[in-house]
């Protein structure tokens, strides 16, 4: 089983890269964003919990979203790998999702991370917030923010990768197919 985790701060094109990349190896997407979103919406228990924190402004526990990762595993027992997009964002998100994938006799293949100088990083995101609309890209406070956050907080999952010998770090400025091919490439040296 493939299971892939793609890493990188807010606009290195992680999900341009996703889509190519499960296209290409039959991958299941995994984003915790999305799952967060249909648990609320459908009302499921986990999904009421984690509105419970939210609704209070803080953050839904490790355990909870663990639970939410672990149905939708289970969800697609014939799946050929999974793409996490998201997750994990702390080393003990990372540890987690290890002992949730040991108990499916499988664990993460590699982490693939795309990256980016901050100042492209920047470019990149105002020019979407420009295309898409989205405020949290057109305000370069709140990006300045986002790419602070994720450099304290998420940046560090790295070295817990790197301590496996599981992350691969891509140059994420050039042409999409470039770094598409860069990045099967480090996929089909570990299959």
């Known amino acids: 089983m ?20 499960i ?3 039959k991958l299941k997407h995994l984003s915790t964003g999305d799952i967060f979103r249909a648990n609320i919406k459908g009302a499921t228990e986990l999904g009421t919990l984690a509105k419970s924190y939210m609704d209070k402004g803080q953050l839904v ?32 998100q990372a540890e987690a999702l290890d002992v949730l994938l040991k108990s499916k006799s499988t664990s993460i293949t590699l982490m693939l991370a795309l990256e980016v100088e901050e100042s492209e990083l920047k470019k990149r995101l105002l020019l ?6 989205r405020a949290d890209d057109l305000n370069p406070d709140v990006i300045q923010k986002r790419i602070d956050v994720y450099n304290s907080e998420t940046f560090p999952v ?9 992350y691969k770090g891509i140059n994420g400025i050039g042409e999409i197919d470039e770094i598409f091919n860069s990045l099967c490439n480090k996929i089909d040296a570990v299959k």
């Not at 526990?61 to 639970?67: F, L, M, S, W």
């Not at 979407?128 to 609309?133: A, E, N, T």
């Not at 790295?158 to 599981?166: G, N, S, W």
Request: hydrophobic share 25%; aromatic share 10%.
């Open 128 to 133: 979407r917030g420009k295309d898409s609309g």
């Open 2 to 21: 493939l299971n892939i985790v793609l890493f990188g701060p807010p606009g290195a094109g992680k999900g341009t890269q996703s889509e190519k990349l």
């Open 61 to 92: 526990p490790d355990e909870v979203t663990i639970r939410m990762l672990e149905s939708e595993v289970n969800k697609n027992p014939d799946a050929k790998g999974f793409i996490f997009d998201g997750f994990p964002r702390t080393k003990a």
């Open 158 to 166: 790295k070295d817990y990768y790197t301590e496996q010998a599981k």
């Open 23 to 25: 296209e290409k190896y």
